[in-house]
């Protein structure tokens, strides 16, 4: 089937349903960011590949909603789809509700995947929709009788992390937990996201590409733990240690039964943006419901001592991948043929040698020239581009270790560049550094780190339409919360021990792109009579291409730290260097 045939399927069966216009969001059961396959439905459905938007279809249209870092791929993808692209105002945000309130009339009915919506977006659907004589079905898959070939649920196998790994047992997390939901006045707790599940105890598993997590649902309460997987994929060994720790092992898919028969007189956790509508529904009427965030998510966004350790070696694994990368591109450009693509698999083979090494944490961002301003550029043999001797090459790229996460922007002259390039190129950098060396008080929030890294770009009437950071996991997902660097002004402290990206840009489409990206950790720097202090450590040890700077733009505390920081990147890689390697390193950091 065509993607217009597709789509005419879903209004065949929309129109004899009496339907007015369906939702399809990208999203699984859990709510998840980056999707297994079987839950691909904007992609099968419309042709888009990006990893944010939502499918609105009526009668008589059909869009794609979705934010600044994809208007061009969506743009793209979506030609002669039947899809057209509308560009969200705000990154994230819900903006097809008002849309759908102001065009359908009274009486129409809004349907969706129930498993597919979080509780807090079918109840803002509800109480944004219902006041205008507009009704919800929850209940309807259109995909799934067009869908012929529909991947089935990954199997992978799955494995559990030593507390030498990870810093803390299983046992002392879920008394964690359990404190947290006596506060909440919570006699259970229900777990969907993937990553909160890994983390809590301490499994990690292949069911999600880049992604280290298993397909698993937690029910837990003052005394017992529930784990809803397939325990096939868990070894004996691993089964009788979860047992051992007092969780009980349950079938996946008996997850919608365990939360129908909770007692009817009890509370229950829910974190409404982390829970699909369909376990919400089945609910007892009589259960009080406490929606509020996963505990879970603060606790794991706080590194403890171990993990910490663990990244900072992983950025020395990571730093010397990239720096044979880098060395064997500057050494073969114009020389071999190299494009977007055969610098993927380079990257991947670089950190492949390495001790721990997974994966990657996301599909790397391989863009020349005018696909760098693609801030999520997604690499395909019919897009790729050989790389020549000329312009700005953004590669923006991550790994998954047994010892942490990475995720690291570099972009680096390959020759000629123009005058506009080289101060879009320091003004990032600018941002870079001063979002990234910032000293600020406790209770500061992500937003506020964002100003700062985009004042040096709106100094010159520049900007960029993503975030500036986000959260990173320990061997776990490449973007994590709650805390986040953007614009919205998320309530959530920068604590002690959060590992952040800090990554502004610019791009200018048909032209170039240009991201910078280091990840820092939270940590303390003083404490007096004002109050207490905190700022970042560097973690990411990589070289940053100096060649494009123009010097005169930066000021004396930025050169100063750039310099000071190529001296640690050549400190911390050189003993795992070769000579040649770390020869070619110092040369290319040498203080400007």
């Known amino acids: 089937m065509t993607y217009k045939e597709r789509l005419a399927a879903i209004r065949s069966q929309m129109k004899g349903e009496g339907v007015s216009a369906y939702i399809i969001p990208s999203a699984d059961p859990h709510i998840s960011e980056y999707l297994p396959d079987r839950y691909k439905c904007i992609e099968f459905a419309s042709g888009f590949t990006g990893s944010a938007g939502t499918l609105v279809i009526t009668d008589d249209f059909a869009g794609l909603w979705t934010d600044a870092r994809y208007f061009v791929q969506a743009k793209e993808q979506l030609e002669g789809t039947g899809f057209e692209l509308v560009k969200l105002q705000v990154q994230h945000s819900p903006e097809y509700i008002g849309w759908l309130g102001e065009r359908l009339p009274e009486g129409a009915i809004v349907a969706f995947d129930a498993k597919l919506i979080s509780v807090g977006l079918a109840q803002l659907l509800e109480s944004e929709l219902s006041p205008l004589g507009i009704t919800m079905n929850s209940d309807r898959d259109y995909l799934d009788p067009i869908w012929n070939d529909r991947p089935a649920l990954p199997a992978a196998p799955a494995f559990l992390l030593g507390e030498e790994v990870v810093g803390e047992s299983l046992v002392s997390k879920l008394e964690r937990v359990r404190a947290a ?96 509508y369909a376990l919400f529904k089945v609910l007892p009427e009589s259960v009080r419901v406490v929606q509020d965030t996963n505990p879970t998510t603060f606790f794991k966004a706080v590194k403890n001592e171990v993990e910490i350790a663990h990244t900072r070696k992983t950025m020395v694994k990571d730093g010397v991948a990239l720096t044979r990368f880098f060395k064997w591109l500057e050494e073969n450009i114009g020389k071999i043929k190299i494009t977007e693509l055969s610098v993927s698999d380079k990257v991947r083979a670089c950190r492949a040698e390495q001790e721990g090494f997974v994966g990657e944490s996301f599909d790397t961002i391989s863009g020349y020239k005018a696909h760098g301003a ?154 007096n009579e004002f109050g207490e202090f905190y700022t970042f450590e560097h973690l990411t040890m990589a070289l940053i291409d100096t060649t494009p700077v123009k010097k005169e733009l930066l000021e004396e505390h930025q050169i100063k730290w750039l310099n000071e920081y190529h001296r640690q990147v050549v400190e911390n890689l050189g003993p795992h260097l070769s000579a040649d390697e770390l020869a070619w390193l110092k040369e290319k950091a040498k203080p400007i």
């Not at 868990?234 to 028969?261: C, M, P, S």
């Not at 700062?452 to 986000?470: C, E, F, M, Q, V």
């Open 181 to 276: 939901m006596k506060k909440k006045r919570a006699d259970f707790h229900l777990i969907s996201s993937l990553d909160d599940m890994a983390w809590l105890f301490n499994i990690r598993g292949e069911d999600v590409k880049c992604n280290p997590v298993v397909l698993s649902f937690a029910l837990i309460s003052q005394d017992k733990a529930m784990l809803f997987i397939e325990t096939t994929k868990l070894n004996t060994e691993d089964q009788q240690k979860l047992r051992a720790a007092g969780v009980e092992l349950e079938t996946y898919d008996l997850i919608e039964k365990a939360v129908a028969a909770l007692p009817s007189d009890s509370n229950i956790l829910i974190d409404p943006k982390r829970n699909c």
């Open 374 to 527: 693609l801030p999520h550029y997604r690499v395909t043999p019919e897009s790729d581009a050989e790389l020549h001797a000329d312009g700005l090459f953004l590669v923006d790229s991550g790994g998954q270790y047994t010892s942490g996460t990475t995720d690291i922007t570099r972009v680096v002259s390959l020759g000629n560049l123009t005058d506009e390039e080289k101060i879009d190129y320091t003004l990032v950098l600018k941002g870079m550094i001063d979002g990234s060396t910032a000293r600020y008080p406790k209770g500061t929030k992500g937003y506020q780190i964002d100003a700062i890294s985009r004042k040096p770009l709106w100094d010159y009437a520049r900007n960029y339409g993503h975030g500036t950071g986000h959260g990173v996991g320990f061997f776990l997902n490449v973007h994590e919360g709650p805390h986040v660097l953007n614009p919205s002004p998320t309530p959530v402290d920068l604590e002690l021990g959060m590992i952040s990206s800090v990554e502004p840009g610019i791009y200018r489409t048909g032209k170039h792109g240009i991201r910078i990206e280091n990840l820092v950790l939270t940590v303390q720097d003083e404490t």
